[in-house]
Nanobody, 126 residues
Framework: QVQLVESGGGLVQAGGSLRLSCAAS????????MGWFRQAPGKDREFVAA???????IYADSVKGRFTISRDNAEATVYLQMNSLKPEDTAGYYC????????????????????WGQGTQVTVSS
């Protein structure tokens, strides 16, 4: 079982920055695929970014060039650096982890992941 705890959300003006953190329990963090998703009120949860165990990253088109996902395996933490924030980035942000297995996955799908955090709220004012 993996527990994920997000932090770093808050209220920021448009154009500002925030860094989200997701701390994971477990001894094999380095082998997990990690992702960030977000959900705005009345909308479905959507993919934001993912980083695989080997370090490759993918992003949603809506955040490409503005957000950066990274991981610190020694600290068992994944980060989401969010720059040039827009009001449409307002949402609850959720961290997700995928248990390692020898099957290809894209990382963009909700169903790719096995564990989820409780989320942290990001609000961007105009």
């Amino acid at each position: 079982q993996v527990q994920l705890v997000e932090s770093g959300g808050g209220l920021v003006q448009a154009g500002g920055s925030l860094r989200l953190s997701c701390a994971a329990s477990g001894r094999t963090f380095s082998s997990y695929g990690m992702g960030w998703f977000r959900q705005a009120p009345g909308k479905d949860r959507e993919f934001v970014a993912a980083i695989k165990s080997a370090g490759s990253t993918i992003y949603a088109d809506s955040v490409k060039g503005r957000f950066t996902i990274s991981r610190d395996n020694a600290e068992a933490t994944v980060y989401l650096q969010m720059n040039s924030l827009k009001p449409e980035d307002t949402a609850g942000y959720y961290c997700a982890a995928r248990y390692p297995r020898r099957i290809y996955y894209s990382g963009r799908s909700y169903s790719d992941y096995d564990y989820w955090g409780q989320g942290t709220q990001v609000t961007v004012s105009s």
